[in-house]
Each structure stands twice: as structure tokens, then as C-alpha cells.
């Protein structure tokens, strides 16, 4: 607690509030009331078994899924209140994706996947590649950015995969099982990634993760249980 105490007097708001989030799917519940917030810079960790709706709540904070009730405010944002196109375009620019598989398109370059988020906000085209050129650079992948994802490690794949969740410069990132497909050593590269983003760029994290290690860099670890917190 004493860490989220502190970002708070930092920070002086919330970046993410969700309150009385319910989803279910056919007959099954698999959100049952769920309130969370989150400070601006903060590390958050959600765990529990699989099934527990992990996954689920961060697609709904990520506008990915719609709750069947509650709400969602990102930086003082009622998300679904938004019309579908304004939502698409809050998401490309406030909300930053790293997944699991990576998701990087196979017949784009390191560089061209970076690029994307930029593209579909329609920056142009100089400004994007320099913004991603630093990004790659940055993360240590100056000599990779024309090699298609086909041509990189699983490593070199996870950190592509965050250099474009960054391109739009988002208010927060949401990571879903980001080390799962990951070897040790590639693994805490990661955590160190995570922790390097938040302190140049002050991004607010959400981590869902079966990572034990992973949770433990984390201000806080959240536990989902029966659908609720």
C-alpha cells in the first residue's frame, strides 16, 4: 500500500477506474461486480487461476469487450460512453497492447509493425518512422528494424511488440501474459522493459500474468477470485 500511497501523492489522480464491472458469456458470469483503480504511473498485477476472468477485465479496461454493466474511466474518460469511432481512435491513442503471441504482423518489417498505430492515426509518414526508429533503438534493436518477425527470436519479438504499444506515446499499457512465451533469460529482460517504460515515459501498467516474478516488480499484485477482487 505504501507504494501506491506514494504514486498518489505524485501523481495526485487515478488513470483507471472501474466500477461494478459484469460480464458473462451465455450463462456463465464471469465478472460479478469487480471495482478497480489504478493511480497514473502505477504497476498493477492481476492474478489468479485460469478461467478466474483475468483476461476478460483487461480486454474491458483495454475497450477491446464491453461489460454487460459498470463503467470504465481512463483519465477522466467514460470510455463507453464514446461513440464506436471516437472509442476506436481513444483506444489506438491512450491505450497501449502487449500480448502474449506478440501479434506482429508477419509480412511487415520490425520497423512497419512499429509504425502501424501511427499510420491508422494517420501521422505522417517521417514522423512516424523517426518516432519508431528512437523507439527500436532505444530498446536495443537498431540493427533489426527491416527483419520481418519470421527472422526474431521470441525476445527480440516481445520487444517490437512494445516499441508499437508505445508509438502513440498511450496513457497506459496493458500486458496480457507478456513473458508466457518467453525463456528465462528473455523473461527478465522483460521485467526490466516493463520497469524502463514506466520510469522514462510514466506510463500506467496493467499486467495479467501467471509470472510469479513478473507480479513481484509490481507497486501492487490484485487477485481475481469467483469473478470479483
Known amino acids: 500500500m505504501r507504494a501506491n500511497q506514494l504514486l498518489g501523492a505524485l501523481y495526485g489522480k487515478s488513470m483507471i477506474e472501474v466500477k461494478n464491472i459484469h460480464k458473462s ?6 465478472l ?7 493511480e497514473k504511473g502505477e504497476i498493477v498485477s492481476i492474478i ?41 481512435d481513444f483506444r489506438n491513442r491512450h491505450i497501449g497492447f502487449i500480448f ?13 509493425n ?4 501511427a499510420m491508422i492515426a ?22 533489426r528494424l ?6 526474431l527470436s521470441g525476445g527480440e519479438k516481445q520487444r517490437v511488440a512494445a516499441a508499437r504499444a508505445m508509438m502513440m506515446s498511450p496513457d497506459v499499457i496493458l500486458a496480457d ?12 529482460e522483460l521485467h526490466k522493459l516493463l520497469l524502463q517504460m514506466r520510469e522514462q515515459y510514466g506510463q500506467t501498467i496493467i499486467i495479467v500474468t501467471h509470472d510469479k516474478e513478473l507480479a513481484e516488480i509490481s507497486n501492487r499484485i490484485i487477485e481475481i477470485k469467483d469473478g470479483k477482487i
Do not use: C, W, Y
Not at 527491416?146 to 527472422?151: G, I, V
Open 122 to 143: 494517420r501521422v505522417p509518414e517521417k514522423e512516424a518512422e523517426k518516432r519508431a526508429v528512437q523507439l527500436l533503438t532505444e530498446l536495443g534493436m537498431a540493427e
Open 48 to 88: 489468479g487461476k485460469s478461467g478466474a476472468g483475468k483476461t476478460t477485465l483487461l480486454q474491458i479496461i483495454g475497450t477491446l469487450d464491453k461489460p454487460d454493466a459498470g463503467s470504465v474511466v481512463i483519465d477522466g474518460v467514460d470510455v463507453f460512453a464514446l461513440k464506436e469511432k471516437e472509442l476506436a
Open 177 to 188: 501474459e507478456p513473458s508466457g512465451s518467453l525463456d528465462e533469460s528473455n523473461k527478465k
Open 25 to 30: 458469456f451465455g450463462t456463465l458470469e464471469v
Open 146 to 151: 527491416t527483419h520481418k518477425p519470421s527472422q
Open 100 to 112: 502474449q503471441f506478440h501479434q506482429l504482423l508477419p509480412e511487415f518489417n520490425a520497423l512497419e
Open 32 to 38: 460479478k461486480g469487480v471495482d478497480l483503480t489504478v
Open 114 to 117: 512499429v509504425m502501424m498505430p
